[in-house]
Nanobody, 124 residues
């Protein structure tokens, strides 16, 4: 059984930084991508960033480019999201997701596994 466990959320002031991690267990990923999505009440879950397991190529939503950095540690089956220059509009529950196979990285329907989510709150 595949499990994704996020950690690292919390409360931070605008302009601050946070780092999230997502540890996968139950499967070793060698293809597909690991991604981060976020969701606020009343809105759809939106793509934030993703990274291909095999190549390490990262992808970012325009809203976070230059501020967020996604990385992976294949040996630990773990993906990280480093967030700097945080804004109040970054406030959301952040979800980690994993694909079994390569697919369109920005569409949540292409992801097979999801974590429980971790709250990120950015105060103004």
């Amino acid at each position: 059984q595949v499990q994704l466990v996020e950690s690292g959320g919390g409360l931070v002031q605008a302009g601050g930084s946070l780092a999230l991690s997502c540890a996968a267990s139950g499967r070793t990923f060698s293809s597909g991508s690991m991604g981060w999505f976020r969701q606020t009440p009343g809105k759809e879950r939106e793509f934030v960033a993703a990274i291909r397991w095999s190549s390490g190529i990262p992808y970012y939503a325009d809203s976070v480019k230059g501020r967020f950095t996604i990385s992976r540690d294949n040996a630990k089956n773990t993906v990280y999201l480093r967030m700097i220059s945080l804004k109040p509009e970054d406030t959301a529950v952040y979800y980690c997701a994993a694909q079994r196979f390569d697919g369109l990285i920005q569409f949540r329907t292409t992801y097979d596994y999801w974590g429980q989510g971790t709250q990120v709150t950015v105060s103004s």
